[in-house]
């Protein structure tokens, strides 16, 4: 037996009959999860969601939704709600008429369809505004009925195909926080596609990260973004110092770091990489200030460049020859110039190897 809702086993998927847009893809969501697909254009992430909603057949796989093979089932017998990046509005029904289309093809009463269409019209603030039409709509409102249109019938799952991404910046954020609080209030399960990382970061119960049709990671937002299983993981989520590395003293935590000699590692992690070649992860906000000389995994960086953020700073600077990047706290980051030398120190178990 097993807890998951969506189930997805070895997905295959070839357009031309050469290069497979998703290879063997499984992965598995629980009821009331919410799940972000996350990649570059092309990695596969849209093809998924797009089999998963039977627009697209797979070539081989399975996809299960509360344990029954959606083999064979056709888009509007699943159950799903589907929201797209252009929305797809009836341009000639009101707000409202969108809203109630999905439960009169389900051949609900119309009076029955109109309150509950007002209910979901309420639940994603637009009570006033269901006689509108989408062009009286702006971009975050229209993006609003489509949601609502999408849950009216009340999906057993949400799938979502980078609706945020015609909005502006306040906006979409605005739109992340709507789209969580609908979410939990209706406890659906939720696959939401994005290339955004912050985007994901701040939405997921979960991320997927894919690749080349592969899935490279498949963990909690904060597990994607420290412990990262791959390089291409490290350098896709968030900015990153890759330093190469090569372990000393596996039980002690020693390794020689390019650029940056003998530093601390967590031994765990330098106990599991055969070889002992690795990439060594510093997310620039773990460099911070050394306040003192003999500190662990000190370094001098040689400051190149500042870009202020006001709340933090991004220095840039060398290291060893190596390149760098550090974000400090903006309180930190004050009188800092251009060709200072900056004395940085990072906490053993803020690294993170990658095997090489």
Same mark, same amino acid.
């Given at each position: 037996?097993?807890?998951?809702?969506?189930?997805?086993?070895?997905?295959?998927?070839?357009?031309?009959?050469?290069?497979?847009?998703?290879?063997?893809?499984?992965?598995?969501?629980?009821?009331?999860?919410?799940?972000?697909?996350?990649?570059?254009?092309?990695?596969?992430?849209?093809?998924?969601?797009?089999?998963?909603?039977?627009?697209?057949?797979?070539?081989?796989?399975?996809?299960?939704?509360?344990?029954?093979?959606?083999?064979?089932?056709?888009?509007?017998?699943?159950?799903?709600?589907?929201?797209?990046?252009?929305?797809?509005?009836?341009?000639?029904?009101?707000?409202?008429?969108?809203?109630?289309?999905?439960?009169?093809?389900?051949?609900?009463?119309?009076?029955?369809?109109?309150?509950?269409?007002?209910?979901?019209?309420?639940?994603?603030?637009?009570?006033?505004?269901?006689?509108?039409?989408?062009?009286?709509?702006? &971009?975050?409102?229209?993006?609003?009925?489509?949601? %609502? $249109? +999408? /849950?009216?019938?009340?999906?057993? *799952? =949400? #799938? !979502?195909?980078?609706?945020?991404?015609?909005?502006?910046?306040?906006?979409?954020?605005?739109?992340?926080?709507?789209?969580?609080?609908?979410?939990?209030?209706?406890?659906?399960?939720?696959?939401?596609?994005?290339?955004?990382?912050?985007?994901?970061?701040?939405?997921?119960?979960?991320?997927?990260?894919?690749?080349?049709?592969?899935?490279?990671?498949?963990?909690?937002?904060?597990?994607?973004?420290?412990?990262?299983?791959?390089?291409?993981?490290?350098?896709?989520?968030?900015?990153?110092?890759?330093?190469?590395?090569?372990?000393?003293?596996?039980?002690?935590?020693?390794?020689?770091?390019?650029?940056? &000699?003998?530093?601390?590692?967590?031994?765990?992690? %330098? $106990? +599991? /990489?055969?070889?002992?070649?690795? *990439? =060594? #992860? !510093?997310?620039?906000?773990?460099?911070?200030?050394?306040?003192?000389?003999?500190?662990?995994?000190?370094?001098?960086?040689?400051?190149?460049?500042?870009?202020?953020?006001?709340?933090?700073?991004?220095?840039?600077?060398?290291?060893?020859?190596?390149?760098?990047?550090?974000?400090?706290?903006?309180?930190?980051?004050?009188?800092?110039?251009?060709?200072?030398?900056?004395?940085?120190?990072?906490?053993?178990?803020?690294?993170?190897?990658?095997?090489?």
């Amino acid at each position: 037996m097993t807890d998951a809702y969506l189930e997805i086993a070895g997905l295959t998927k070839s357009y031309d009959g050469k290069r497979k847009a998703l290879d063997r893809v499984s992965l598995t969501a629980r009821e009331g999860e919410f799940v972000t697909f996350l990649g570059p254009s092309g990695s596969g992430k849209t093809t998924t969601l797009m089999v998963i909603a039977g627009f697209e057949q797979p070539d081989g796989g399975e996809v299960r939704v509360g344990g029954v093979s959606m083999f064979g089932v056709p888009p509007h017998k699943r159950g799903i709600g589907v929201v797209f990046q252009n929305y797809a509005l009836f341009p000639h029904r009101t707000a409202l008429q969108n809203v109630m289309f999905p439960l009169l093809m389900r051949s609900v009463p119309k009076a029955q369809a109109a309150a509950k269409a007002k209910e979901m019209l309420a639940l994603v603030g637009l009570a006033d505004y269901g006689e509108r039409y989408p062009r009286q709509l702006s &971009g975050g409102q229209q993006q609003r009925v489509a949601l %609502a $249109r +999408a /849950l009216v019938f009340d999906p057993t *799952l =949400l #799938l !979502l195909d980078e609706p945020l991404g015609a909005l502006d910046k306040n906006l979409r954020e605005q739109m992340q926080l709507e789209i969580k609080r609908i979410q939990r209030a209706l406890h659906v399960t939720t696959v939401f596609v994005t290339h955004d990382q912050s985007e994901a970061m701040a939405l997921s119960d979960r991320i997927v990260v894919f690749e080349g049709g592969r899935i490279q990671q498949d963990a909690a937002p904060l597990d994607v973004y420290l412990r990262p299983c791959t390089e291409f993981v490290a350098r896709f989520i968030g900015d990153s110092n890759l330093l190469k590395a090569r372990i000393v003293d596996a039980g002690a935590g020693i390794a020689e770091v390019e650029g940056l &000699g003998l530093s601390r590692v967590l031994p765990e992690e %330098a $106990r +599991a /990489l055969p070889g002992g070649e690795a *990439l =060594l #992860l !510093l997310r620039p906000e773990v460099l911070t200030p050394a306040e003192a000389d003999h500190v662990p995994n000190r370094l001098v960086l040689a400051v190149e460049e500042i870009v202020q953020f006001g709340d933090s700073a991004l220095v840039i600077g060398r290291a060893g020859g190596v390149a760098l990047r550090a974000r400090l706290p903006g309180r930190d980051a004050q009188g800092i110039e251009a060709g200072a030398q900056l004395p940085l120190c990072w906490r053993t178990d803020a690294g993170h190897l990658i095997g090489s």
